[in-house]
């Protein structure tokens, strides 16, 4: 169940970013490639991500929080 909800949600963010910046097709298997991102050096950045996690964990539990008490 939870394999699907990830191919679900990674779906959908795909589906997203095609929306904000399509990509040029190329040939019959364009759209199911993966997008390749630029980052420094290939490294990812700690602090930055724990920080949008954390943000996305407090949206969860707000959002949790509303819907517990409708």
Do not use: C, W, Y
């Amino acid at each position: 169940m939870m394999r699907a909800a990830k191919k679900s949600i990674i779906d959908e963010l795909e589906i997203m970013l095609e929306v904000v910046d399509p990509q040029p097709a190329t040939g019959k298997l364009g759209s199911l490639r993966r997008r390749k991102f630029d980052l420094p050096d290939g490294v990812l950045i700690p602090r930055e991500i724990a920080r949008n996690v954390a943000q996305v964990v407090d949206l969860i539990d707000e959002h949790g929080e509303d819907g517990a008490s409708a």
